[in-house]
């Protein structure tokens, strides 16, 4: 691995009880890169998120964090190391207030591959960059849309100022301006300096924030290249992409 590589999987398989779901899947991530997972649904894209985040049990293969293997780190030990997770399913506390929800996030500040100071989020900047959630520090998750759930969650992910973040479906299921304030936050992430890994289904959205795309079925990379390449090859949209 060289220093200017934020993540690296190498032959990473994973199973869920006996069904094998990720076949030596091999990918990297370089600082201030966004790479997009995409596929149908069931290609794989969030089994390979939580197998690198070690939260499936089973799982084969090489995983290399910030020049550190991480291939059999529990994942609150990868965590501590500066690689967030913002899950599909959200999983906000919903008895919590924002702000409770923020405070459990927090992490101490990092530094980038290249020694300079990473990002520091405070709940202050947060609110700059989400102003919904600024407008309801005090307001129980179980009281907030799902689109507010959503930034939430990347909001309480950005607390424990990662150095990479995996980034999970963030425009299934939620209104069109709760996807273009995501299409704007991770713009603003990645200019800061972040690295993402977006799983995602909708190449227009993937198109507005990608640099390079690696395109899943069945739990194996079946085309990668630039994510402009990818919208220019209808072939590939239609034979992976397109329901």
């Known amino acids: 691995m060289t220093v200017n590589t934020m993540l690296t999987v190498q032959d990473l398989s994973a199973w869920y009880g006996g069904a094998r779901i990720l076949y030596d899947m091999t990918l990297d991530v370089a600082p ?5 997972l995409m596929g149908r649904n069931g290609a794989g ?4 998120m939580k197998a690198i985040m070690g939260l499936i049990g089973k799982r084969a293969g090489h995983v290399e964090f910030c020049g550190r293997d991480i291939s059999r ?5 990868i965590a501590r190391l500066g690689l967030g997770f913002v899950p599909e399913d959200r999983r ?3 008895e919590l207030t924002v702000m409770e929800n923020l405070d459990i996030g927090r992490q101490p500040p990092r530094n980038l591959l290249d020694g300079k100071p990473a990002p520091m989020w405070t709940p202050e900047a947060l609110f700059t960059l989400f102003p919904n959630l ?3 520090p005090d307001r129980q998750g179980s009281h907030m849309s799902g689109g507010e759930q959503q930034m939430l969650t990347v909001a309480r992910t950005l607390m424990g100022n990662p150095l990479l973040v995996l980034l999970d479906e963030p425009s299934e299921g939620v209104a ?3 996807v273009e304030q995501m299409v704007i936050t991770i713009l603003e992430l990645k200019k800061q300096g972040l690295s993402i890994l977006l799983s995602e289904q909708n190449i227009h959205f993937a198109e507005l924030v990608s640099d390079r795309a690696y395109v899943l079925e069945k739990g194996q990379i079946r085309w990668q290249g630039s994510m402009q390449d990818l919208a220019d090859n209808i072939d ?3 034979s992976f992409l397109t329901v």
């Open 134 to 136: 600024g407008r309801m």
């Open 73 to 77: 780190l529990k994942p609150f030990e």
């Open 236 to 238: 590939v949209q239609r």
């Open 176 to 178: 069109p301006v709760i």
């Open 92 to 94: 906000i506390f919903s």
């Open 45 to 48: 894209k969030s089994t390979t």
């Open 32 to 36: 201030g890169e966004v790479v997009a």
